[in-house]
């Protein structure tokens, strides 16, 4: 008997929002989604595309990552949550530990069961928001390290990386295992799917968490093998991964990343888009908008076309946040100029 799937986020949470069907957007020479893949592959995108605007975001309720609907209680894992009011979301709750001794995780840790899930049901369910005009990304949360020091204390997860080399890889190994196949479940029954947005983090606001031969040995191999999956599929792979991990970027173009998001309070945009802007997009805000509380026009579009002059010969995909009235002139200044620029670019 197939169940019933009804909505099951609760509203004003970030699954919620992200679930909501989006106002058409008006029509372009190519399809945005085409656009966007565009962009993000470095492949002579037509306009500059908005990073959010422009995407619809995959957020399966089946995927039990944290709680479903996201209040405190448990994700499929055995891990409690707790919502943080002041941090805008979901915390693991202080002194959680489902894995006790690492060393026996392979005689006394259960993996996830999923098998009783109905992807179709749910599938159709969260496809029917899509806009078919936007790019469908999926919202891949809970990275191979994310999940462990979700699993374990943070400090006890770093010294793994010592102290049980070998256990710790089998670990990723066996975690990108599980990553693999509940995506091959979601490019099956969630409609189309363009790409994957991993999330992983990686690093503090002063450096990344793991030297470059850590982070090489034991982040690097599994999360190679899950991305190529992503790419065998014919997808692209965007990265979430908080902290300062400008010293990571070799790697993840290595890795496969199309396109990255970096924190741009501790991570220095221009080096990063002037040394790494041919081989991989990075999102970029476009800043002065919200300088002064009365600007006219003409300032609004002398910003947007300093930003595109600024960065048109490197890979990046713009994002902002202003007012209403504002935004309508800086999409419409976005696009029509960038248009312009790039259309110079191919002749």
Not at 305 to 328: G, W
């Amino acid at each position: 008997m197939t169940k019933e799937y009804n909505w099951k986020q609760l509203p004003g949470t970030f699954p919620w929002m992200a679930q909501q069907k989006k106002a058409p957007l008006e029509k372009r020479e190519i399809p945005y989604y085409e656009n966007y893949e565009r962009a993000i592959k470095g492949n002579n995108p037509v306009w500059l595309p908005v990073a959010g605007a422009e995407k619809n975001i995959c957020w399966p309720d089946e995927m039990v990552e944290h709680p479903v609907p996201e209040v405190d209680g448990f994700d499929w894992w055995g891990v409690e949550w707790v919502m943080v009011e002041s941090a805008g979301g979901m915390m693991v709750k202080p002194g959680t530990r489902v894995i006790e001794d690492f060393t026996t995780w392979k005689e006394t840790f259960k993996w996830p069961d999923y098998s009783d899930v109905d992807w179709a049901a749910d599938g159709e369910k969260i496809s029917s928001n899509y806009d078919p005009d936007r790019a469908h990304v999926y919202q891949c949360v809970e990275g191979l390290f994310e999940r462990l020091h979700e699993l374990m204390p943070f400090d006890e997860t770093l010294m793994l990386f010592y102290e049980e080399p070998e256990l710790l890889s089998d670990w990723f190994e066996k975690c990108t295992d599980y990553k693999i196949d509940t995506t091959a479940k979601v490019f099956e029954h969630y409609g189309r799917i363009d790409g994957v947005l991993y999330h992983d983090d990686w690093g503090t606001q002063r450096a990344g968490f793991f030297s470059n031969e850590m982070f090489r040995e034991q982040i690097f191999p599994h999360t190679k093998r899950f991305f190529d999956f992503i790419k065998e599929q014919g997808r692209f792979v965007e990265l979430h991964s908080c902290g300062r991990n400008m010293q990571y970027v070799p790697m993840m173009i290595e890795m496969g990343v199309d396109m990255w998001g970096p924190q741009e309070n501790c991570n220095d945009m221009d080096h990063l888009i002037d040394a790494f802007g041919e081989q991989m997009t990075f999102t970029k805000s476009i800043e002065g908008l919200n300088d002064k509380e009365v600007m006219d026009e003409a300032e609004v579009r002398a910003i947007v076309r300093e930003y595109v002059d600024k960065y048109k010969d490197r890979r990046v995909m713009a994002s902002f946040r202003t007012n209403p009235e504002r935004s309508k002139i800086v999409n419409d200044e976005l696009y029509k100029y960038s248009k312009e620029v790039y259309a110079k670019k191919q002749k």
